[in-house]
């Protein structure tokens, strides 16, 4: 039978969960390096940004492994094309996450006192965004397990439309910062330009979580 | 040249069986029970005597059928002379039983029933001329690659379907599994009854019509259900394995998964067998029918019994060997998809053997994995293998047809 372990190939469904997971721990650092940033301790910041570099390396290792062992000739459970856009949307939290921490170690960015609230709450519900994304794709073996079962597909329908609300949670909580950020434009001067984009970027990861969630809802959905 | 009263010629014949039962054990084993040792549902050891009890049972219960068509319908018998006959029988034995040992020996998974008949083909076509060989019967063997996988994979794939509707697909499959289970067990009872009544179990004298046939298949049906819910019941679901919500209802499907696998090997061996005693029964009729060729050849309980010693001595040489390399893979197939595919496979094979179509247990497993990955039950399936695998079944052919042309002239200069 050393035939059929051939013929049924490694399922990339584990490895897309393992790397689901190296990203989103990559985006749970975002809390410790905001308070860092909001007590002004510069070693913190490195270290949390040294941290966040290691996870994003190690996510970028199980993307390479899984793109080179997703060839063509596999027939998949779950589209090639499919999968690849969903690993991409992964790797973008911690891409983003990376440069989110790049930034504010380069520039030295502390976190003025008034915005320390706001960003803090965004910070919770995106990393909240984050973690319903990989409860999603932890989903996926069940999906394959179930073969796509009308009960499993709309359960998962369910989590993803969670999903939905939490992001659309972090972008008032964004509108809520970014209104902050820009009355202390005058104190804050060309900082402002780069506090509003490291804003955008924590958004950003919630985004991309959610982006992860509705490309699933469309592979499954047909 | 006699030894003990019996022709050298049936020694022989035996003998070369005996070699190609053994390949086909050591073929076999690993088709028939490879899932569950990979997903540790049975042991080595205990892998080895199910596999063995069932493949004999098939062997002996059930076998004997195929045999008459392989060896009537592959060659115009009005052309061939008994010296021919016996001569391409011994070569077609250790032509099948080479190429099975090589095919083995580089885990390709070809079929003993193609190999046995390419040999009597290549034999039949040299040594007799490309007159004698029955060449639509060679089209529907090629055509068998086609339908046998196709037959299967649509079974698997109904199979599959319907396991997610009445399992996969409720509140509380773990529960449904146990409720409905039984019933696959009546389905697996059934039809192995069938087969094994409905022409009568030849060997032991007993005779039954249909409708005799169908009340006993039924009542061992029932016996299933019994056999059934009682080890369902008493299959633990085990530990959750935390993030795995269905790993419970994996482990009940492991108890049907062992069930399609004696089937398979109950199948394989009604199947199977054939092919070594087949040829053996021709040389047996020639040596005995005082040199004249008679329409049928009769298989005797001894000829069955090398079949089966044969196939038990391979699942414990060799088939040993490859379950242990397959024990310690683990299996990306779960007990539920080895269950669909199996339970479709054994299936397959158990109704073309007994239409007398010379189908393959390798196609039909493949065939009933593809099925199963076409209802999107498997999470990745390597069509480069698919395509490998399609291959080792066109070069059987040839490969066993041109073994037995070296062996048919080799016998005849031995022997002649």
Known sequence: MAWIDKLVGRSPIGPMQEHMRAAVACAHQIIPLVEAMVSGDREAVQAQRAEIDRLEHAADEIKHEIRSHLPRRLMLAMERRDMLEILDYQDSIADVTQDIAELIDQRGMQLPEPLAEPVRNLTVRVVAACDQGQRIIDELDELVETGFSEREVSRVEVMISELGRIESETDELLDTACRKLFALEDELGIGTVYWHQILLWIADVADFSERVGNRLRLLIAN | ?416
């Open chain 2, 1 to 416: 040249m006699e030894f003990f009263g019996i022709p050298f010629e049936i020694w022989l014949a035996g003998s070369l069986a005996l070699y190609m039962a053994w390949a086909i054990g050591a073929n076999d084993v690993a088709n028939a029970m490879g899932t569950s040792v990979g997903s540790g549902a049975l042991t080595i050891g205990s892998a080895i005597v199910v596999a063995a009890v069932f493949e004999f049972s098939g062997a002996f219960l059930a076998g004997g059928h195929v045999t008459d068509t392989v060896r009537k319908g592959m060659l115009d018998m009005e052309l061939v002379s008994p010296a021919t006959l016996k001569y391409g029988m011994l070569a077609a034995l250790a032509a099948a039983g080479t190429l099975l040992v090589g095919a083995t020996r580089y885990g390709l998974p070809v079929s003993t029933t193609h190999s046995i008949v390419g040999a009597i083909v290549g034999f039949g076509a040299v040594a007799i001329g490309p007159d004698a060989v029955n060449w639509s019967k060679v089209g529907q063997i090629v055509a068998s690659w086609l339908t046998s996988p196709l037959l299967s994979g649509v079974m698997a794939f109904i199979i599959f379907q319907f396991t997610r509707a009445v399992v996969l697909d409720k509140d509380d499959p773990i529960k449904q599994v146990r409720k409905v289970g039984p019933l696959f067990f009546f389905y697996v009872f059934f039809i192995i009854g069938l087969v094994t009544l409905f022409k009568g179990i030849k060997n032991l004298n007993l005779d039954l019509d249909l409708p005799q046939a169908l009340v006993g298949s039924f009542a061992l049906g029932l016996l299933g259900v019994a056999v059934g819910a009682f080890f369902l019941n008493r299959v633990s679901e085990g530990e959750a394995v935390p993030g795995r919500r269905f790993s419970g209802v994996e482990r009940v499907f492991v108890v049907l998964q062992v069930l399609t696998a004696c089937a398979v090997a109950f199948a394989q061996g009604s199947n199977d067998v054939a092919n070594a005693i087949g040829p053996l029964a021709a040389v047996v009729s020639v040596i005995q029918g005082g040199d004249e060729i008679l329409s049928k050849a009769p298989v005797e309980p001894w000829m069955l019994a090398i079949g089966g010693l044969g196939i038990v001595v391979g699942l414990a040489t060799w088939g040993y060997r490859v379950m242990e390399t397959v024990g310690k893979k683990i299996t990306e197939l779960t007990p539920s998809r080895g269950f669909a595919a199996s339970l479709a496979a054994a299936t397959t094979i158990v109704l073309a053997s007994r239409l007398g179509m010379p189908v393959s247990t390798t196609h039909t497993l493949v065939g009933a994995v593809l099925g199963v990955g076409l209802a999107r039950g498997i999470g990745a399936i390597d069509l480069r293998v698919v395509g490998n695998i399609i291959l080792s079944w066109i070069a059987t052919l040839p490969i066993a047809a041109a073994l037995a042309i070296f062996f048919f002239y080799f016998f005849k200069g031995l022997l002649g």
